[in-house]
């Protein structure tokens, strides 16, 4: 009931501590000595300040630290303020949405952890907040959307819209999230997938406000900074994700210890590929003198900074104008220079995508790749650049033909046959494929992205032979003969492996039959010459 009084006491207060000068400044925020005075901010924000601003700044000390952090933001210099952000302009409590990347309607079944969206395409409705807060004369919302941001950030929040990092949350419904949402229970999904991908943020169905009129979000729906977010105006995404709230530092964003809450762990180990590859190296041993913080347009690669890319260096910065390029702008759309993707069980170079008005919210594959090349050639030469792309196209196709396809193939074969039934992840032979895949696969992958060699054999292609050969071929056999249908899984397994022309075989496979004679006294004698033997005697 503390705050239940606050609402009739603000104004009152305001008047008063106003008068008295106390209101809290950057100035006399503890730990805020050295950020610029702010500019002017609104009666409202002031009004803002005088609960949440810190007690030894004049305020009431309600969620001080939040009140602090925004005072030592860019935000608060440029006098932006908490109502400028969370307040909720009349036009802004109903949009006509006749983008399809909005979402209108969304059901959550907290039994199962399963949602399902409804999408507009046809701009048929506007969407009504139900979260809107009357406070302190002002109406509110807790959960800041990219719409908002777009306010003043228009094309960094369509970057966002066009992005997968938007539609990551999409993830959480879908066939691919039955392991976290059944198999492991969706507690896991809440406190695990959701906390990364996002989801929708919902009312809490039996008590959406408090006693003081506050909307209540769904405890399973909130907290809920995942970046592909769905926030309760319809748009998806989360700026905060990156940006964290309330400074919404630039620096905070471009370091990778960012990227990596979530792009880390078995299945998508980019930040530890990121640190043995030499960017990271050279990003640890330079760390402390960049000039991280400036403004994105200022922040370019081969202008005013050169020895430590960071993931925001290559994935979205702007880049300089060098020989044979003008130069790349900052893009809030983190796949827009990704060639491949490397997600699925089979990797693939999305194609174009054109929206209704012919602007392109995908690029051609060959256009994404020309980009990032241009990245790469503000620091490495045309013969480096392209021999990379060689060695990089030859390690994904490696993973496609030798083991992506023939798993695939083989994996449908056994329940096509009856071999296996269709419920996911209750059999050995469903955790195989899986870690095939989504941890060894995507391992070496993203390790040859990113030039992390470890990455790439000992914890990528070397897991992915020993499991494939020792044990998902094998087990597949022994399901086969289990099922009555041994001499039909030994014949398709032979011929997936062998390939239309025989080849595949010759190329991938033959090696487990042993080596030819030329083959091996090859070995030999490179073993004799170079180690003189010791190994072969």
Not at 274 to 291: F, M, P, T, W
Not at 380 to 408: C, I, R
């Amino acid at each position: 009931m503390r705050h239940a009084s606050v609402r009739w006491l603000v104004m009152g207060s305001f008047m008063a501590l106003a008068s008295a000068g106390i209101l809290a400044t950057a100035q006399e925020t503890p730990g805020a000595a050295d950020v610029p005075e702010p500019m002017p901010v609104s009666d409202g924000t002031k009004v803002c300040l005088v609960c949440h601003g810190a007690k030894s700044g004049g305020g009431m000390g309600i969620y001080p630290a939040i009140a602090m952090q925004w005072e030592g933001s860019r935000h608060a210099q440029a006098g932006v303020g908490c109502l400028e952000c969370h307040g909720v302009p009349e036009e802004f409590a109903g949009e006509d949405v006749d983008n399809p990347r909005y979402v209108t309607e969304t059901a959550w079944d907290q039994t199962t952890g399963l949602k399902s969206t409804t999408l507009v395409t046809d701009g048929s409705g506007p969407v009504v907040r139900p979260d809107i807060w009357h406070h302190g004369g002002a109406d509110i919302v807790v959960a800041v959307s990219p719409k908002s941001c777009a306010q003043c950030h228009p094309t960094e929040a369509e970057e966002l819209y066009r992005s997968r990092h938007s539609s990551a949350g999409q993830f959480l419904g879908s066939v691919g999230n039955f392991l976290g949402r059944y198999a492991e229970g969706p507690a896991a999904a809440i406190n695990g997938c959701q906390q990364c991908h996002g989801g929708p943020v919902l009312m809490a169905a039996e008590q959406p406000t408090n006693e003081s009129l506050a909307p209540v979000y769904a405890a399973d729906t909130w907290p809920n900074s995942g970046v592909g977010r769905i926030n309760p105006d319809g748009s998806w995404g989360a700026c905060a994700a990156c940006h964290a709230r309330h400074e919404f530092s630039a620096a905070t964003a471009r370091r990778p210890e960012n990227c990596g809450k979530c792009h880390m762990g078995p299945d998508h180990p980019q930040s530890e590929i990121y640190k043995e590859s030499k960017h990271g190296i050279a990003y640890d041993a330079n760390r402390d003198s960049l000039d991280i913080d400036v403004p994105g347009g200022e922040w370019v690669l081969g202008e005013t900074y050169a020895n430590a890319p960071t993931c925001s260096s290559c994935h979205m910065g702007p880049v300089g104008a060098h020989f044979g390029s003008k130069g790349l702008p900052l893009t809030h759309d983190v796949g827009a220079r990704i060639s491949w993707t490397l997600r699925p069980e089979l990797s693939y170079q999305p194609a174009a995508i054109v929206d209704t008005d012919g602007e392109a919210w995908l690029k051609a594959p060959e256009e994404r790749r020309d980009e990032m090349r241009q990245t790469c050639l503000a620091c490495h030469g045309d013969n480096w650049v392209e021999s990379f792309y060689t060695q990089y196209d030859q390690a994904v196709e490696l993973y496609n033909n030798k083991y992506a396809k023939p798993m695939m193939a083989i994996y449908q074969f056994l329940s096509e046959q009856g071999i296996i039934d269709d419920v996911p992840m209750n059999d050995e032979i469903d955790y195989l494929y899986y870690e095939l895949w989504h941890h060894e696969g995507r391992r070496a992958r993203h390790g040859a992205a990113m030039m992390g060699p470890d990455y790439v054999h000992w914890h990528g292609f070397y897991e992915m032979t020993r499991h494939f050969y020792t044990e998902f071929l094998p087990l597949a056999m022994e399901l086969g003969e289990a099922a009555g249908k041994g001499a039909e899984t030994e014949a398709f397994i032979e011929t997936t492996l062998r390939g239309e022309d025989g080849q595949d075989w010759e190329r991938y496979h033959r090696w487990t039959e042993g080596l030819t004679a030329e083959q091996r006294e090859e070995m030999l004698r490179w073993e004799r010459a170079v180690y003189g033997g010791i190994h072969t005697e």
